[in-house]
């Protein structure tokens, strides 16, 4: 199965990822890429900077790579050029990772995203159990990501329906309080 995890793990693969403050301790380094063998991840490498995150002292600095995408080699013969890059940001000690994928079609104009106020609205877990029982002409891995692809589209319709444009609703909330805002002060 072709799996990509991204994601703040808080630990150093080797020594080298981690520069200021004390070493870390070989057995601690060695059991996390343990759990990564065990789960045959592979990690992706990076563009870019090569620590995540820092934080700093009165009299140091502790600079580590503590964010990092690993990949299965399913996803790796799938999406060979699947590229993770460190960004430069001023509002976080933890750099965000910014993953390019080559050669997977993706229509849609904003990603999908599984929204958490869905799960309050009557239809979110309908609309999922009639996906998920559809049958496909495929099978194995094929069929569960057909699976998931077709359950975001259907959930991106549902919520429309459902809940409108919520992005261009809340400009409109916000615009509304900006004007209040102006008449109130102008009232004193």
């Keep these: 199965m072709p799996w990509l995890y991204a994601r703040d793990f808080n630990e150093v693969a080797k020594q080298s990822e981690k520069m200021g403050g004390r070493a870390r301790h070989h057995?601690?380094?060695?059991?996390?890429?343990?759990?990564?063998?065990?789960?045959g991840f592979m990690d992706l490498g990076f563009v870019g900077p090569?620590?995540?995150w820092h934080k700093h002292f009165k009299d140091y600095t502790i600079w580590e790579r503590l964010d990092r995408s690993v990949e299965t080699s399913d996803w790796f013969?799938?999406?060979?050029n699947t590229k993770v890059y460190h960004l430069d940001v001023t509002t976080s000690n933890h750099k965000p990772l910014w993953i390019m994928l080559e050669g997977m079609e993706c229509k849609q104009q904003w990603p999908f995203k599984f929204e958490k106020m869905w799960m309050i609205k009557r239809?979110?877990?309908?609309?999922?159990e009639v996906v998920w029982k559809e049958n496909y002409e495929v099978s194995g891995e094929q069929k569960m990501l057909k699976k998931v692809n077709n359950c975001g589209k259907k959930l991106a319709t549902w919520s429309k329906n459902?809940?409108?444009n919520v992005r261009r609703e809340?400009?409109?909330?916000?615009?509304?309080?900006?004007?209040?805002?102006?008449?109130?002060?102008?009232?004193g």
């Design 123 to 128: 239809g979110c877990g309908d609309t999922i």
């Design 27 to 39: 057995a601690q380094m060695q059991a996390f890429q343990d759990i990564l063998d065990e789960c």
């Design 50 to 52: 090569m620590c995540t």
């Design 162 to 164: 459902s809940f409108g």
């Design 77 to 80: 013969f799938m999406f060979p």
């Design 170 to 187: 809340l400009e409109k909330k916000k615009e509304v309080i900006g004007k209040g805002r102006t008449v109130s002060s102008q009232w």
